[in-house]
Structure formats: structure tokens, C-alpha cells
């Protein structure tokens, strides 16, 4: 099992070296092809009646800026990939979080930033990832605010019985093999006999797959804090967890564990929904 086609969104503002040099790391351990994205949108510029000729002046001004920064950042991307990996640039004028959760589907695995975690920011000009992981259909990767460093030395697994979770298991399969430390924690205030099987299930399923894992469960009734603490004593350097939420009024709202995690910048994170 690997990744055959890894997505690599790029902020329009930048940096690019970091994470794309992630992304090639990643695409290199199984000849992946990489793809580069990076999508940005204009806002009309707000003026009265009377503007309209300016208005449609700046609004075209604004597009061409965008579209000459999509070309700066495409001759970045191809000049970070070495020529030994295959290669593709895709740009879209349009809302960055939909079009970034339209176009995994060309991809087996998305990276990206996400320089205000569970902020959503300028929303013309930077992805949300949790909407996207939600929309999307697709594994996130998203990595740390120092994203130079190796990923896959030691991982943890968030683990909750529940669809997501499993699916997050399940994917990122490919860099829980290549880790020399894996570890499946589950915190839970009064754990009982239930939560130890499913457990033990879990490095069970990792064991077929040649993967060594043990496991901790922590007795916790703060499940965020008690899980971020203990990624940061074992020194963890990509967590792998289920993406929870649920729509309401078109936003999505998240879970406590989901939202600590994205706004953990030190740490790699890996999601499935």
C-alpha cells in the first residue's frame, strides 16, 4: 500500500520551499506523482453606483495579480521537485476551500498548511482545513508551522472507536510503516474493558500490516489537553486522528479534540473524516 498521487496546496502568500519539500519527501518514498494547487479569489471592491468603471478597473487589476503570483508559484513548485518525480501544476481562481476540497479527487493524500490553525482567515486568500477534511474525501496532512523537519519518526494515533478514526487508521497506512515509533492512545475519564479491546484491535490491525505499535490509555477527563500533552512528552512529530463536525448553517462547527489539534502548530496532523 502507498500513495500514488499526493496534492500539495500552496498558501498564495507564501512560504513555498517548507512545505513543498515535505511534499516531495513524501512523494519520493514510493515515486509518487506530485501535484502542485494553489487557488485564490478577488472580491468585487466595494464603491457606489457612481464607481463602476473604476470598480471593474480594480477588480481587474486584483486577477491579474493573483494570476501572475499563480505563475511565480508554479515555476517555485517545479524548481523545489527534482526531475526523478512526476510533476503537475493545477491553479484556480475561486474560493481556496472549495476548490482545494474539489480537486483532491486527483490525489490519494492532500497536504497543506495551516498558518492559523482553526481560524479560518482571509477566506479569498487562505484554505480552512477543517472544511476541507470534512468536504473532501480525502486524507490531510497538515503540517506543522516548522515544516523542514522529517515527518513519520514517531507517530501517535488519537484513537476513538468511531468512523473517522478507523478511516484515519486505515489511510495513513503508508507513513505509520515507515515510522520507528508508533503508539495508539485513547483517553477516556473511567476506562473500562471495551475501550482496551478496541485497543488492542487496533494494533492488532497494524501488526498485519507490519507496523509495531503499542498502546497508553490515559484516565483523563480532558480528553484535548491530556492528548496534546502527551504527543509533546513522547515527542511525537505527526499525530494521526478522526476529523469531527457537523454543519450548521452552513459553517462547520468542530470538535474539541478536532480544533486542538489544528491549532497545534508544532505538530504534524493527519485527517481523515
Known amino acids: 500500500m502507498s500513495y500514488r498521487s499526493i496534492l500539495v496546496n500552496l498558501d498564495i502568500d507564501g512560504p513555498v520551499a517548507p512545505i513543498v519539500e515535505l511534499a516531495t519527501e513524501l512523494a ?20 457606489g453606483p457612481e464607481g463602476g468603471d473604476l470598480s471593474a478597473q480594480v477588480w ?38 472549495q476548490a482545494l476540497a474539489r480537486i483532491t479527487r486527483l490525489a490519494d493524500l492532500v497536504v497543506t498548511g495551516a498558518k492559523r490553525g482553526a481560524a479560518t482567515g482571509d477566506s479569498y486568500r487562505a484554505v480552512d482545513p477543517g472544511s476541507v477534511v470534512l468536504q473532501a474525501g480525502r486524507p490531510l496532512l497538515v503540517v506543522a508551522t516548522d515544516a523542514e523537519h522529517a515527518l513519520a519518526r514517531t507517530i501517535v494515533i488519537a484513537w476513538k472507536d468511531t468512523r473517522e478514526a478507523r478511516r484515519a ?21 473511567e476506562p473500562d474493558g471495551w475501550i482496551r479491546d478496541s485497543v488492542a484491535d487496533v494494533v492488532a490491525f497494524l501488526a498485519r500490516h507490519q507496523i509495531k505499535a503499542r498502546s497508553e490509555i490515559i484516565s483523563a477527563r480532558d480528553e484535548r489537553r491530556a492528548l496534546t ?9 505527526l499525530v494521526v486522528s478522526g476529523a469531527y463536525g457537523h454543519s450548521r448553517l452552513r459553517e462547520w462547527v468542530f470538535g474539541g479534540v478536532t480544533r486542538s489539534l489544528l491549532d497545534a502548530g508544532n505538530l504534524h496532523r493527519f485527517m481523515s473524516s
Do not use: N
Not at 34 to 40: R, S
Not at 73 to 85: H, I, R
Not at 229 to 237: E, I, L, Q, T
Open 28 to 47: 519520493a518514498r514510493s515515486s509518487a506523482k506530485l501535484i502542485g494547487f494553489c487557488a485564490a479569489d478577488v472580491p468585487l471592491p466595494m464603491v
Open 60 to 97: 481587474q487589476q486584483l486577477k491579474a495579480d493573483v494570476e501572475r503570483r499563480f505563475k511565480d508559484l508554479e515555476f517555485d513548485f517545479k524548481g523545489l521537485v527534482p526531475t526523478s518525480l512526476e510533476v503537475e501544476w493545477r491553479s484556480s481562481l475561486s474560493y481556496p476551500t
Open 229 to 237: 500533552d502527551f504527543a509533546v512528552s513522547c515527542h511525537a512529530d
Open 169 to 189: 487508521v486505515s489511510d495513513a497506512v503508508p507513513l505509520l510503516q515507515a515510522a520507528s515509533d508508533v503508539v495508539v492512545v485513547t483517553v477516556d475519564p
